[in-house]
């Protein structure tokens, strides 16, 4: 992805990041705010809100293949960025970024506890392809664990990265 689309889709998340400023510090379990509002794509889910926002992980050597690829060789520290706004046609969004640039930004699809990424991108053998691969999540207080349901791609690039270690709300 390009410098530019990861900018615009970071000013994005950014954008929703500060209009969402000022709520309750109060923190929910994923089983009362499954039914909270959020965001309703176009492909059908809802964003709940607490989802929403910017969360952390850092991945340790033993997450990682023998001979990791190069986009788990060179970061250890992520950042999930899950936004209602800044993807595909302004919808919502679920950017994984490591230290330098945005890995991928598909399309989040939310029923009950399983969360759906729409056209997830996957580069095994150096040929780009797209997948919905479905995960489960579970939010506890500000932790986040998200779990594979089904993946089709081959490299696991993101879902190691989603899957490893749990995810730290940010703000």
């Not at 109060?26 to 994923?30: F, G, K, L, N, Q």
């Given at each position: 992805m390009?410098?530019?689309?990861?900018s615009?889709?970071?000013?994005?998340?950014?954008?929703?990041?500060v209009?969402g400023?000022?709520?309750?510090n109060?923190?929910?379990?994923?089983a009362?705010?499954?039914?909270?509002?959020g965001?309703t794509?176009?492909?059908g889910?809802?964003?709940?809100?607490?989802?929403?926002?910017t969360?952390?992980?850092t991945?340790?050597?033993?997450?990682?293949?023998?001979?990791?690829p190069?986009?788990?060789?060179?970061?250890?520290?992520?950042?999930?960025?899950?936004?209602?706004?800044?993807?595909?046609d302004?919808?919502?969004v679920?950017s994984?970024v490591g230290d330098?640039d945005q890995?991928?930004?598909?399309t989040?699809?939310?029923?009950?506890?399983e969360?759906k990424?729409?056209?997830?991108?996957?580069a095994?053998s150096g040929?780009?392809?797209?997948?919905d691969n479905?995960y489960?999540?579970?939010?506890?207080?500000d932790?986040?664990?998200?779990?594979t349901v089904?993946?089709?791609?081959t490299?696991?690039?993101a879902?190691?990265?989603?899957t490893?270690?749990p995810?730290?709300k940010?703000?």
């Open positions: 390009t410098r530019w689309l990861f615009s889709v970071l000013a994005g998340a950014l954008a929703v990041l209009s400023c000022g709520g309750s109060s923190s929910t379990s994923a009362s705010t499954a039914g909270a509002s965001s794509s176009e492909s889910g809802t964003i709940p809100a607490a989802l929403l926002g969360w952390t992980t991945l340790k050597a033993s997450d990682l293949p023998a001979n990791p190069p986009e788990l060789a060179g970061a250890k520290k992520w950042q999930l960025q899950i936004a209602e706004t800044g993807g595909v302004n919808g919502p679920l994984i330098l890995l991928e930004g598909p989040p699809q939310v029923s009950g506890n969360l990424l729409l056209h997830e991108e996957c095994a040929t780009e392809q797209f997948f479905t489960s999540y579970e939010i506890q207080g932790s986040l664990r998200i779990t089904s993946n089709q791609c490299d696991h690039v879902e190691t990265i989603l490893s270690e995810w730290t940010q703000g």
